[in-house]
């Protein structure tokens, strides 16, 4: 199975920072790779789909980058509704695996 | 709307069984693969089980194969998951979700809101 990590595991920003986090898959996936979004209680939300492209209704503050193994997600000013908790996910190998997840909380 | 909801979850004991449902509305179910999710309490996500369109193709993490079994009904627009011999890492909420295909893969684009299993003596 492919292997997916995810740093740092958790993060402190303010509001209006440049947030940026790291998905690595333990071999290539190509760009076949998601982005999520889980707030406590909540079922995680879509964010950014085939590692780049951003889901429909998704603010144009929130990106993704990246090919093969490495892949980032960023969040290019941080707003109050943002903190929570960020999950990569490969569809490369239809036995899909998450990242361990990245918890972004207030500084 | 398009929207997923879940019932069955419940406290079970060790060796027990349960069947998840999740019912369907708001798109042609029988157009999109479907899976089941998984999250213990204070963990991360894990895939737990896919299947195709028609139900002739099944998948499943490791640690459930031979206990869980993921079926479709496509006339009531509705998925299952029968889960056998449950232990207590089996505790979780469990996300019924919608595969898309997006652009070079599946994305779970639409989730519902999960159902609790504990398993507890």
């Known amino acids: 199975d492919i292997q997916m990590t995810q740093s740092p595991s958790s993060l402190s920003a303010s509001v209006g920072d440049r947030v940026t986090i790291t998905c690595r898959a333990s071999?290539?996936?190509?760009?076949?790779l998601n982005w999520y979004q889980q707030k406590p209680g909540k079922a995680p939300k879509l964010l950014i789909y085939a590692a780049s492209s951003l889901q429909s209704g998704v603010p144009s503050r929130f990106s993704g980058s990246g090919s093969g193994t490495d892949f980032t997600l960023t969040i290019s000013s941080l707003q109050p509704e943002d903190f929570a908790t960020y999950y990569c996910q490969q569809s490369y190998n239809i036995r899909f695996t998450f990242g361990p997840g990245t918890e972004v909380d207030i500084k | 709307e398009v929207q997923l909801v879940e019932s069955g979850g419940g406290l079970v004991q060790p060796g027990g069984s349960l069947r998840l449902s999740c019912a369907a509305s708001g798109f042609t179910f029988s157009n999109y693969w479907m899976s089941w999710v998984r999250q213990a309490p204070g963990k991360g996500l894990e895939w737990v089980a896919n299947i195709n369109r028609d139900g002739s193709e099944t998948y499943y993490v490791d640690s459930v194969k031979g206990r869980f079994s993921i079926s479709r009904d496509n006339a009531k627009k509705s998925l299952y998951l029968q889960i056998n011999s449950l232990r207590v890492e089996d505790t979780a909420v469990y996300y019924c979700?919608?595969?898309?295909?997006?652009?070079?893969?599946?994305?779970?684009?639409?989730w519902g809101q999960g159902t609790m299993v504990t398993v507890s003596s």
């Open positions: 071999q290539s996936i190509s760009n076949s």
């Open positions: 979700v919608r595969m898309r295909w997006l652009r070079s893969g599946d994305a779970f684009d639409i």
